[in-house]
């Protein structure tokens, strides 16, 4: 069973910036592409960033040019660096293994997430 720890989450003013890292247990971690999710209040979770075994990266539009996923399989981590928030980024976010090709979440163990204000 694999485990996640998410941290680095707090509360920042629009314009500013935050880095998210996720600590993942299990030896084969670096087989698996990863994503970071987000949910905020009253709205459905969705993928923010994701990242495949080899590097490739995807975002959707609304955080693309703004966040950067990456990772380190000799740490078992990624991490999310989010830069120039805005309010609407305001949300719990979580990571999680993800599958292809729709970065649907692998596991349903999910971690307790961190969360992210945004607001001045």
């Known amino acids: 069973q694999v485990q996640f720890v998410e941290s680095g989450g707090g509360l920042v003013q629009p314009g500013g910036s935050l880095r998210l890292s996720c600590a993942a247990s299990g030896s084969i971690f670096s087989i698996y592409a990863m994503a970071w999710y987000r949910q905020a209040p009253g709205k459905q979770r969705e993928l923010v960033a994701g990242i495949t075994s080899a590097g490739s990266t995807i975002y959707p539009d609304s955080v693309k040019g703004r966040f950067t996923i990456s990772r380190d399989n000799a740490k078992n981590t990624v991490y999310l660096q989010m830069n120039k928030l805005k309010p609407e980024d305001t949300a719990v976010y979580y990571c999680?293994?993800?599958?292809?090709?729709?970065?649907?979440?692998?596991?349903?163990?999910w971690g307790q997430g961190t969360q992210v204000t945004v607001s001045s």
């Open positions: 999680n293994a993800a599958g292809r090709p729709t970065w649907q979440h692998l596991f349903d163990s």
